[in-house]
């Protein structure tokens, strides 16, 4: 096999990058080499939207090219003009949080409509596909859409409300003392998955005839609360007595209009997915990372180098912001009950 990943070195996809070389592929990244390269397979330089690009691309042909940095139906048309009839398949990196929001039932699986009102990065994702859908019907041409939902690995802690940049900024105010928002009560299940578990389903995708032309989500089987990704992730970071406040999502999105996408539009909602599909086509998949030990693993890669632990002054200030704000008007209301 020999593949081809757009990106390849990201929080996704250097796991997806990893196992592919493992299996004995022959793996050549695409990306603009601001990253560690990855030893075993071939770099190539440029920026995808960029005529560079197409230049270290050459004119190779190759069995799967994998994209996981195209975000909108745009980015796809390019890339029908780039691998037309120099790919035995392509599969597109799109997101689970296009699923319809709110769902209208509790277990999403791939026929669940696309749909959300709350999220510009979700509705530009499920352009992308019907781009993709389109070319597939009219012009055969071979793509597999794979969605992700939320997925971690060393760089990444997933908390919601988190600095995504500056991940350890979450871990630096438990350890602190400082409090971290969960939304509602903290009692809808959502499903996390490991880098490494995503990438067993992604790469047993990889040259799967039966895959062209659908749609898979690749996710662990483990749902838990908010409460427990929380719980889990203070225990991780040897913090005991961590401070949690509950805030609704539409009090949050209301002081902070920028997290309406991912709380409205995602994280508020709960997530859990039906893995039949994938594990149909890839008899051996299977998740075997439970978040509480993916975590560990984590926060002890961030603790390993104290030059990994950027912080993320302005995520930290508008938590403080949104917990001062939201005590006052709880103090507030308390009076007006005689509390
Ligand atoms: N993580 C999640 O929870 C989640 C959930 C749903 C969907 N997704 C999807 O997963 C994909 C992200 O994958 P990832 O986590 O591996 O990405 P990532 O951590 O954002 O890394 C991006 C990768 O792409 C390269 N890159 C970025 N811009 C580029 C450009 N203009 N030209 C060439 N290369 C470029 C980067 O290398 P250089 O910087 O060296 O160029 C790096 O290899 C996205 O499509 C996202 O929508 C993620």
Redesign the pocket.
């Known amino acids: 096999m020999k593949v081809l990943?757009?990106?390849?070195?990201?929080?996704?996809?250097?796991a997806?990058t990893q196992l592919a070389v493992a299996r004995g592929f022959d793996v050549a990244?695409?990306?603009?080499?601001?990253?560690e390269t990855i030893p075993g397979t071939r770099q190539l330089t440029?920026?995808?939207?960029?005529p560079s690009?197409a230049t270290a691309l050459g004119r190779e042909h190759w069995d799967a090219v994998v994209?996981?940095?195209?975000?909108d139906a745009a980015a796809i048309e390019r890339r029908l003009e780039l691998f037309r009839g120099r790919t035995g398949q392509y599969l597109f990196?799109?997101?689970?949080?296009a699923y319809q929001k709110p769902g209208t039932h509790y277990l999403i699986t791939e026929s669940t409509p696309l749909a959300n009102p709350y999220w510009d990065?979700s509705r530009q994702?499920i352009a992308a596909e019907d781009r993709l859908t389109r070319a597939y019907r009219e012009e055969s041409f071979p793509m597999t859409i794979v969605?992700?939902?939320?997925?971690?690995g060393d760089?990444?802690i997933?908390l919601v409300g988190n600095s995504w940049d500056k991940s350890f900024t979450a871990i630096a105010r438990l350890r602190a003392g400082k409090p971290l928002i969960i939304p509602g009560d903290g009692l809808s299940l959502w499903t996390i998955?490991h880098?490494s578990d995503f990438a067993k389903g992604l790469v047993g995708l990889l040259g799967h005839p039966g895959a062209i032309g659908h749609a898979f989500h690749i996710t662990s089987d483990e749902a838990l609360t908010w409460n427990q990704i929380f719980e889990y992730t203070a225990a991780a970071a040897g913090v005991e007595a961590p401070r949690f406040v509950h805030i609704a999502s539409h009090f949050l999105s209301a002081c902070a209009p920028e997290l309406t996408g991912t709380l409205l539009g995602d994280k508020s909602h709960s997530a859990l997915f039906d893995p039949t599909k994938i594990k149909r086509f890839v008899p051996d998949f299977v998740a075997t990372t439970r978040y509480r030990d993916g975590i560990k693993r984590t926060i002890a890669w961030y603790d390993a180098d104290p030059r990994r632990q950027a912080f993320d002054d302005a995520v930290s200030a508008r938590t403080d912001k949104l917990v001062t704000g939201y005590d006052r008007g709880l103090a507030l209301a308390r009076a007006e009950f005689g509390r």
């Open positions: 990943f757009l990106g390849g070195t990201g929080n996704i996809s250097t997806v990244l695409l990306n603009r080499s601001r990253r440029g920026d995808i939207n960029a690009a994209d996981f940095i195209a975000f990196i799109s997101t689970a949080s990065y994702k969605r992700p939902s939320l997925t971690y760089t990444v997933p998955t880098n």
